[in-house]
């Protein structure tokens, strides 16, 4: 069995870390890979501060296939992750004509266009990642991706990353049951069918609402045909206590 494409995300901002701003580029990210062939494992929230977020990236990269960062990429002294994903390479930074172009395709005082091209500066050699909404590209360079932090210019910017640039491999399917039975209840038996199945990942999640506690099983993988076999195991635990599974 092949071994999975994986990828971690990196979510930098003070404003993320503070509470006033709530991420959702997460969520998003994890289920595009997905239909991609890629397995996001492992995700960080960072501040906006240079030590941090050159040695994350440089730890992220060797640990895993792919490296996205969201925010700090935009025209102000606070947006500093191309500088730093430069430093992490130890490479120059150097202005992108194709961003600068586009930049220079909306008039503006001189000074705030000279704001602006703070988003033309990307780390040399770096590919650039496209942005469809009209504003300036995100880029990449090896195998750390750097989009933007605001939700809809960050989702414009991944539907144009395609699977083959990713090397991604199967997208990993989903199934689910629910029960009127407590994790301690099918804790025993549940154990006992994941160790038969360990190419699948079976997760138990406690849920309660008007008509009781219960718990949702989920089972995940690659291979539909053992994604099956699975669920139907489970929904046979189920049963064996007396209950009904409950199906989405």
Not at 17 to 46: E, W
Not at 68 to 92: E, M, V
Not at 200 to 224: C, E, H, K, Q, W
Request: glycine content about 10%; aromatic content about 4%.
């Amino acid at each position: 069995m092949a071994e999975p494409v994986t990828a971690c995300l990196v979510i930098i901002g003070n404003e993320i870390l503070s509470g006033r701003t709530q991420d959702t580029n997460l969520k998003h990210l994890a289920l595009a890979l997905n239909d991609l062939g890629v397995k996001l494992v492992h995700a960080r929230v960072i501040p906006d501060e240079e030590k941090t977020i050159v040695e994350t990236v440089n730890e992220c990269r060797g640990l895993f296939n792919h490296v996205f960062t969201t925010g700090g990429i935009g025209p102000t002294h606070d947006d500093i992750t191309a500088d730093c994903i430069a430093s992490a390479f130890q490479r120059k930074l150097v202005i992108s004509q194709e961003i600068k172009e586009i930049i220079e395709r909306r008039e503006a005082p001189p000074e705030v266009m000279q704001t602006r091209m703070r988003m033309a500066r990307i780390p040399e050699g770096a590919t650039l990642i496209e942005n469809p909404t009209g504003g300036p590209h995100g880029f990449q360079v090896e195998n750390v991706f750097v989009l933007a932090g605001v939700p809809s210019v960050m989702q414009a910017m991944l539907s144009t990353i395609t699977k083959e640039r990713l090397g991604g491999g199967q997208p990993t399917h989903s199934l689910t049951l629910g029960a009127y039975l407590s994790e301690g209840q099918i804790g025993k038996k549940l154990g006992i069918i994941q160790e038969n199945h360990p190419n699948i990942d079976l997760g138990s999640y406690p849920f309660y609402n008007a008509d009781g506690y219960g718990t949702n099983l989920v089972m995940r993988g690659t291979d539909m045909t053992a994604l099956k076999i699975t669920f139907e195991e489970v929904r046979q635990m189920i049963l064996s206590f007396g209950v009904e599974p409950i199906q989405d």
